[in-house]
């Protein structure tokens, strides 16, 4: 199981992964997360500002955002995947988020393969507020079907380049393992999600009624996104949260 460390600012806990982000954050007593999706996405840096204007405005620390979710117009290579998050954490880094070379803030990075934009653009973000009332508040980030950290996506990559149902399967039943040793690692399990998501341009459809289970069974939302993950050589991710609340907000600072 996943261990978790607190935040800089002691509202909420992470699993430690790699240095682009983290695998999932939950609120810690006595606050909740809460998640603001802009109207459409805007570039990166217009989105860190409107996230720095938000936080502002309600009353928060720059160190209460935990999550984020980004949309690129095309799959990484890895030298390209490595450079910009290296560029993502600095500003990260700038805002006093980081724990010397630890990243606490979970994130979704995909592609979407029809209304691309044209730059890495933010989509939504998520951040802690005071509120002792509520116990099921998470984000867990986005994985796809390779394990973090390894040497490369391209030598851990659970059957790379197979298309085939059976390989779509392999795939999709990996990433739903990741997902659960997440959400156990927080302290929660699928009956806590609110909302999961599905990212591939493959179809899900035969996977419905036993791989994705563990959901379906339960009647929560599940989304297929007809998008593919960051790096060129994955194709299938999925991330889930917990969230009692979800806003939509104008796209501007």
């Known amino acids: 199981m996943y261990s978790t460390q607190p935040s800089q600012d002691g509202s909420y806990r992470f699993i430690p992964a790699v240095f682009q982000y983290s695998g999932g ?35 928060r620390p720059l160190t209460a955002f ?6 690129s117009p095309e799959p990484f290579s890895e030298g390209g995947f490595d450079a910009f998050n290296r560029l ?21 990075n995909i592609c979407p393969e029809l209304g691309k934009p044209d730059t890495v653009s933010l989509h ?27 040497a490369s996506y391209a030598q851990g ?14 795939k999709a039943e990996w990433v739903m393992g990741e997902m659960e040793h997440r959400l ?8 806590d999600a609110t909302v999961a998501n599905i990212y591939t341009v493959r179809d899900i459809h035969p996977l419905l009624a036993d791989v994705l289970l563990p959901i379906t069974s339960l009647g929560r939302g599940l989304t297929w996104h007809f998008s593919r993950p960051p790096v060129a ?13 979800e806003f939509v907000i104008e796209a501007q600072p």
């Open 25 to 59: 954050v939950a609120a810690q007593p006595g606050f909740r997360i809460e998640r603001a999706q802009l109207a459409s996405p805007v570039a990166l840096d217009q989105g860190l500002a409107i996230i720095e204007a938000h936080l502002k405005r309600v009353g």
């Open 66 to 71: 935990c999550a984020c979710e980004l949309r």
């Open 88 to 108: 993502y954490a600095s500003r990260l880094d700038q805002w006093g988020v980081l724990q010397g070379k630890v990243n606490p803030v979970a994130r979704t």
């Open 124 to 150: 939504a973000f998520s951040y802690t507020v005071p509120d002792a009332s509520v116990r099921a508040s998470f984000v867990v980030a986005g994985s796809g079907e390779a394990p973090e950290g390894g």
């Open 157 to 170: 990559t659970i059957r790379p380049g197979d298309a085939s149902a059976a390989g779509v399967r392999a």
């Open 184 to 191: 156990a690692g927080l302290g929660f399990s699928w009956a």
């Open 233 to 245: 050589v994955l194709d299938y991710e999925m991330d889930v949260r917990g969230l009692p609340r």
